[in-house]
């Protein structure tokens, strides 16, 4: 934390989100600032979470088509795709769940009200800025979905022209288109893009390829209102269509998060932000039996000052949001539910070491009421030596889906089968203790450790009980219990001209009957490589996770290595073209499964684009 400028600290703290700015190509002397694990500024180094930053280099480096390809490497993190590009992706924090983890947009809080989960296909990095990961509990700051931390997502902010063409294996295509213009202290800017790919099978048994179109816009202002009242306004939009096997039916997709952020230095010790958000998640499907649309539509409110009050900061604020969410025809929804919030912070350096203590209330309509509360202790035990050591508790509140799914009956050779919600569910409850170290070898290498405990109760698992001679009711109940051991380590270095990540994580994430939780390996490990070539880059990616189970233990899936290949070379000034060999060596590996079958992967695929930012 240290907060050697107590004003520039509140002053950041305020700015920080609403700018959503990128700073320059860091190299391993300058630490990158971070804004999502307290809610104000503070450097990686300082931070007493353990946290990773993505810049828009980075993104533009790694050449990914989708959001997940993004995090597969970071330390903590593991993917699930069911296919291709496009299919339903899950993003595994720290051994919890794929809805365990917040995810934000601009501050605004974007999964699904009915699914709890986000939706990681539809995003396209080019809309991008930056990302910012925290590992661990945040409940205390944000409120439900926090368990395993904070996946904070900011979209470009940019009035520069840029443009970018490619294509790709599986009749994979591409387009983006970007710029704006800049007046009086203002800014605006607009990057839209549409990417078109033909898909591979579903199913390892499937034949037939299943498709996917994404068509998106993100659209960014910023300038001074009177009053020296800083202003930013965020839009991003995604709408397409997903193809899926005919008994399922097609899908189409909407989702659109916008964001307006409002910042003033009242006093030269006492700054304000105030952010407005909007969300909608809209899915239609083409379902032969039972089609539908569904829609969430998400109305946020944040209200936030941060105090200079002695040797430390306050950091005092509100939250609101309402959640709509409406189902036609096959059985309606037509439900709301809101939520209020109040949290407090205090961040103080003292001779002791770096203290960080919070404490939120959160009020649910559907759910009742929770508390949480988060401590963490860091100290420079040595010369460019860091220990930290941090407790949290955190809870997931039940989903639309969970609470209010509408009653249907339905029978098979003689047996009764009833799906329902069960509005009388409590909200699943987490406890996190994590100790961490850092250390920097110098100007060059930097080695973090970070060990954690978690224990998860409540959970809710849609499970079938017998409720009569011939009858079944299958409906969401708290039952199951988790326990996850974990261990990340992250070395980050160069040496002469190659630069390079190396993570591993040892993941015990089990049930209740000592089973190891579906989809996620007890160990995972990846390392990124790159150079400078005469005029662009190479980059080599190695992926590996060991042996996983899914579909509640029954089925095996195997463990992998894979290698990707990464090529930039500049043609002409501000012109690039880019080369990339995903899973060079052709392997056949497995990240999913289901009782139809296992999903297939990608295997050997290659992509070709040019990218003009002059």
Do not use: C
Request: charged share 25%; proline share 3%; aromatic share 8%.
């Amino acid at each position: 934390m240290r907060i050697r400028s107590p004003r520039f600290a509140a002053l950041a703290g305020a700015l920080g989100i609403v700018s959503a700015t990128a700073p320059a190509a860091e190299t391993l002397e300058t630490s990158p600032v971070v804004v999502t694990a307290t809610r104000t500024a503070q450097t990686v180094d300082d931070s007493l979470a353990s946290v990773t930053v993505i810049t828009r280099e980075e993104i533009e480096r790694s050449q990914a088509r989708s959001v997940d390809e993004v995090l597969r490497n970071l330390a903590g993190i593991h993917v699930s795709r069911n296919g291709g590009y496009g299919k339903t992706t899950d993003i595994y924090l720290r051994g919890t769940n794929g809805d365990h983890v917040l995810v934000l947009v601009d501050g605004v809080r974007a999964a699904s009200a009915t699914l709890g989960s986000y939706a990681w296909a539809n995003l396209a990095p080019e809309q991008i800025e930056r990302i910012e990961i925290v590992r661990g509990p945040r409940a205390s700051l944000y409120g439900s979905d926090a368990i395993g931390g904070v996946i904070q997502i900011f979209t470009r902010r940019t009035s520069r022209r840029h443009a970018r063409a490619g294509v790709g294996s599986n009749r994979l295509w591409e387009v983006e288109l970007g710029g704006g213009i800049e007046h009086e202290g203002w800014s605006l800017g607009l990057t839209a893009g549409r990417l078109d790919d033909g898909g591979i099978p579903t199913l390892r048994t499937d034949t037939i390829d299943y498709g996917y179109r994404n068509t998106h816009l993100a659209l960014n202002a910023d300038g001074m209102l009177p009053g020296s009242v800083q202003t930013a306004f965020r839009l991003s939009r995604q709408q397409g269509r997903n193809e899926l096997d005919p008994s399922t039916g097609d899908i189409t997709f909407t989702n659109r998060v916008a964001s307006l952020a409002l910042s003033q230095d009242v006093t030269d010790r006492w700054s304000q932000r105030l952010t407005l958000g909007y969300a909608l998640d809209r899915s239609t499907s083409q379902s032969p039996t039972t089609p539908s649309t569904i829609t969430t539509r998400r109305r946020q409110l944040s209200w936030q000052h941060d105090l200079v009050l002695g040797p430390g900061l306050l950091t005092a604020g509100l939250d609101h949001w309402t959640d709509h969410a409406t189902k036609d025809r096959s059985g309606a929804i037509d439900r709301r539910i809101r939520t209020n919030a109040a949290f407090l912070q205090w961040q103080q350096e003292s001779g002791f070491g770096d203290l960080q203590a919070a404490l939120r209330h959160d009020r649910n309509s559907a759910s009742g009421n929770k508390t949480t509360w988060n401590a963490a202790w860091g100290r420079d035990i040595a010369a460019h030596t860091r220990l930290t050591l941090s407790h949290g508790t955190a809870f997931k509140a039940p989903t639309v889906n969970d609470l209010y799914w509408p009653y249907n009956v339905s029978s098979f050779f003689g047996i009764t089968y009833i799906t329902q919600g069960n509005p009388d569910l409590a909200p699943e409850r987490s406890r996190t203790t994590e100790l961490g170290l850092r250390h920097r070898f110098g100007p060059a290498f930097s080695l973090t450790a970070n060990a954690y405990y978690t224990k998860v109760k409540d959970l809710i698992d849609w499970s079938s009980t017998q409720t009569g001679p011939a009858e079944y009711t299958y409906q969401p109940v708290n039952r199951a219990r988790v326990r996850i051991r974990g261990l990340e380590l992250e070395l980050e270095g160069r040496y002469a001209e190659w630069r390079g990540r190396f993570t591993f994580n040892l993941t015990d994430a089990k049930d209740e009957n000592d089973r190891q939780l579906d989809r996620r390996p007890l160990r995972s490990a990846s390392l990124t490589l790159s150079r400078p070539l005469a005029r662009g880059e190479a980059e080599m990616e190695i992926l590996a996770a060991s042996e996983r189970r899914d579909r509640n233990g029954a089925a095996r899936l195997g463990g992998y290595a894979l290698v990707n290949l990464r090529l930039s070379q500049r043609l002409a000034d501000g012109l690039d073209l880019q080369f990339r060999i995903e899973n060079l060596f052709d392997k056949t590996y497995t990240l999913a499964s289901s009782f139809s079958g296992d999903y297939s992967t990608l295997g050997r695929t290659l992509y070709l684009s040019l990218r003009w930012q002059p």
